[in-house]
């Protein structure tokens, strides 16, 4: 079920293991495809590839969550020069999601299979600040804020939701941890730690 609820796309490519660049051969033998920046048409660098199956979804997710076309038969991080990627062929036509840091994610309309490349184009997200403080104010540096941190002045940003809300989850070695829920139409995050008692 965890592995499930990666689906989201939420906490993604923050720390994640070193692979060669890839680049795109003149012929592909598998499911092949580039990603590339909406607006610019440049490559996307680093992103992870997610191939979901036509069939039904049977597992129940909140509200708002965002629901995958089907189950999940392969993930894969890619890096590339090129924003290229080849992957084995599936063993039946797939939707194909996609997501990358500072990116909203996405998911093909339709299904696909392996005669034909795809193009994936990505649009930049929307960066929402916050801040954290604690009881008195006072800014707290180095909070872990979902995947990232504050900074010296407390403050911080994050990509807007995938869906129409994620939970963040705030912490530091000092004070209460606290979950927050993000929506898509929030334009600021003020989190308060309290102390520990």
Known sequence: MKKLLAIG????????????????????????????????KQPVREFTIFLFANRPFNFGLPPGYPIPPGPMIEERV?????????????????????????????????????????????MKSRHIPGHVS????????????????????????IDEPPAEWRQLDISDDVHEPQRVIVRANDQRIDVVLRARP
Request: with cysteine.
């Open 9 to 40: 796309f939420l906490a993604l490519a923050c720390s994640r293991e070193q692979h060669p660049p890839q680049v795109m051969p003149k012929r592909c033998d598998g499911l092949c495809g580039q990603v590339v920046d909406a607006k610019t």
């Open 78 to 122: 890619i890096e590339s020069n090129d924003g290229s990627f080849v992957l084995k062929t599936p063993p039946e036509p797939v939707f194909v999601g996609v997501s990358a840091r500072g990116y909203k994610s996405i998911i093909t309309p339709k299904t696909v299979d392996a005669s034909t490349a795809v193009r994936i184009t990505l």
């Open 134 to 157: 604690d009881e008195q104010g006072r800014p707290i540096a180095n909070a872990r804020v979902g995947e990232t941190t504050s900074d010296a002045q407390g403050d911080f940003w």
